[in-house]
């Protein structure tokens, strides 16, 4: 008998969503609260609850910090849009002072508006401090009004960047805590389905009380769930 493929972790299968691990633990650990007919040891039923507690925590973390990477994409995208009206808005103005044949008119604009509507999320915190730069230049020309709402329109679109970035990183941090809190709950469902089997090996027919194992299969995953990548 190959023991390690018998303790193995039955539960450890990517094509079981975090949905249907979620019900099938969730289950389970209703079945080890309310059936009386065979005792479990006070330790087991503690531990599976609490594993299957921290599981649900971090699944709810990860939502949360999902949302917040959601509207932090939206918010940049907001940010971008303003900053790039403004360039695009002021474009004239910047014309009708230098001409735009001159310096200083390539010096604000080398490839045009569309240079910055254009740029990559990095590429373009590189050339609004580049904007603010000329502008600064020539603040005496384009008024101090200009180089103000510019230089207020160019530190709110690298704060929302900077906010995003962060939220990506916390984005991160939360899938591993899913991993690992998915790992310790699939681990000690092995256990528990070691230790029942045992106590129910004159009676196999009593085993389905405790796992409903339906409800790792997609067919009969109830109607009202939404399916979860399962990546954790």
Not at 60 to 80: F, H, N, P, S
Not at 104 to 112: L, S
Request: charged fraction near 20%; hydrophobic fraction near 40%; include cysteine.
């Amino acid at each position: 008998m190959n023991f390690a493929k018998l303790t193995d972790d039955l539960f450890d299968r990517q094509h079981y969503s975090r949905n249907e691990l979620n019900l099938f633990a969730g289950h389970h650990v209703s079945a080890l609260e309310s059936l009386p007919n065979l005792p479990m040891p006070a330790s087991m039923v503690s531990a599976t609850k609490a594993s299957y507690a921290a599981y649900q925590a971090s699944l709810g973390l990860l939502a949360t910090k999902g949302a917040q990477q959601v509207g932090g994409t939206i918010t940049r995208e907001d940010a971008k849009e303003e900053v790039i009206a403004f360039i695009s808005r002021k474009e004239g103005l910047v014309k009708s002072h230098f001409g735009k044949k001159s310096a200083a008119y390539a010096e604000f604009y080398p490839q045009g508006v569309s240079e910055y509507a254009t740029a990559t999320v990095e590429g373009l915190l590189a050339l609004l401090e580049r904007y603010y730069a000329i502008a600064d230049k020539y603040k005496a020309i384009v008024g101090e009004a200009f180089v103000g709402e510019f230089d207020q329109l160019r530190l709110q679109y690298a704060e929302v960047r900077q906010s995003q970035s962060t939220g990506i990183t916390l984005n991160k941090d939360a899938q591993a805590q899913v991993r690992e809190a998915r790992k310790a709950l699939t681990l000690q469902l092995t256990r528990n389905v070691l230790t029942i089997a045992a106590a129910c090996i004159e009676s196999p027919d009593a085993f389905g009380r405790w796992f409903n194992f339906g409800l790792l299969e997609a067919d009969n995953r109830p109607s009202n769930t939404t399916e979860v990548p399962a990546q954790g």
